[in-house]
């Protein structure tokens, strides 16, 4: 059993930065991989990065490249966002997801922060 628990959300203006911050807990003895997500009111779930510890290969959604950045510590089972230059229409609810296996898929959730953009 894996529970991810994510931290750092908030309230921002356009242009500003965010850190998103996410820890895996559970009797599991390592992650394949972990990343972030996010859903904004009436649209669809979106993958916006994720890591695979063993290659250490990333994955940016087209909207976020060169803007947020993945990174974290696969023995401490953790991974944070960083979010640059952030644009109103980052506005969603983020969420923290875990992969134990390579086959298995993100199958772990966190309750998600919310992250808020003015303009």
């Known amino acids: 059993q894996v529970q991810p628990v994510e931290s750092g959300g908030g309230l921002v203006q356009a242009g500003d930065s965010l850190r998103l911050s996410c820890a895996a807990s559970?009797?599991?003895?390592?992650?394949?991989?972990m990343g972030w997500f996010r859903q904004a009111p009436g649209k669809d779930r979106e993958r916006v990065a994720t890591i695979i510890w063993s290659s250490g290969s990333t994955y940016y959604a087209n909207s976020v490249k060169g803007r947020f950045t993945i990174s974290g510590d696969n023995a401490k089972n953790t991974v944070d966002l960083q979010m640059n230059s952030l644009k109103p229409e980052d506005t969603a609810k983020y969420y923290c997801a875990v992969a134990v296996t390579r086959g298995g898929g993100f199958e772990y959730w966190g309750q998600g922060t919310q992250v808020t953009v003015s303009s």
């Open positions: 559970g009797r599991t003895l390592s992650t394949y991989a």
